[in-house]
């Protein structure tokens, strides 16, 4: 005799545990997926120091998923930009991250990039033979600390001080024009405009290899993104070291490629790059870390210079503002 077995229907309540473990299991595995996390937004312009940073980005060091470079045509944009919450990080000169420390306590150095050693200069058109001759004279420059920085050092080698000459606010990208119009009598400029007006005709009067180790270029970074960033931020570290590498093996390809950018021919690139020095991982590590980072006297160097010539309004805060930690296990 054959027996017919029956299926009980399911309890409400066996059903509403099922339906829980369900529900359960959907929320762990999206607690387990994360949301893609928003680039790096690394702040630039023109300047043959920071081209590293795009022939890592073009070497495939890092990605643009992980690092966008964002290029702005002047320094005082990138500055801007970064007060306004534009931009995570920003190249810089270290006077002017000095500048930007006394309102802005949400940043740190994570990275020396290099130190002009010629490349920042001061020009004038050809009849003016010397710094005295600008007494009176139009000097153009930049709205940023790098500009005012020169100039004011440049004329305390001649006991002047910039009272004695009449500034005019020019962005780096009206430098040459501005200068080939005649708008003014000279310009505080820098690599590749140096180059291109130096092949117009002007003469070269100053530039900062007579104040040595004094332009240092540097990497800064919000200081609330650095746990939540951390990685990119190595990213951006390493990229910038392989980069340095690169250069170093396949110097005359490296300067094809970084010459592109800033309009220059491979020639004149190679040329540009000798008015710099960068930095390599030993030295950063010297600059940063450490009981007695070797950056803090420039910058405390500096900020007196700065302050005295009213370029600062009270002695900069450094305490804090040197990260060494992204350098430390750095390697190319």
Sequence with gaps: MMTTVHNRPATPLLSLLKIIVILLAILAGAGCTREPQAPLRVGTHI?????????????????SESVRLVEYSSRSDGIRAFRAGAIDAAALTLDEALLLAETTSDMCVVLVLDVSHGADVILTQPALSSLRD???KRVGLEASALGAYVLTRALQSVG?????VRTVSLESIEHERAFKEGRVDAVVTYEPFRTKLLAAGARQLFDSSQIPGEIVDVLVVRRTLVAKHGEQISQLVRGWFKALDFIGKEGNRAASLMAQRERLSAGEFQQALQGLRFYDVEEN????????????????QLGRVMLVNRLIERPPELKGLLDGSFIKDARP
């Design 285 to 300: 590590r010297s600059m940063l870390a450490g009981p007695a980072p070797a950056l803090i006297p420039t910058a405390q």
């Design 134 to 136: 600008l007494k009176g």
């Design 47 to 63: 300047w043959p120091g920071f081209e590293p940073l795009y022939l890592a980005r073009e070497q495939g060091y890092y990605s």
């Design 160 to 164: 002047m001080t910039p009272s004695e």
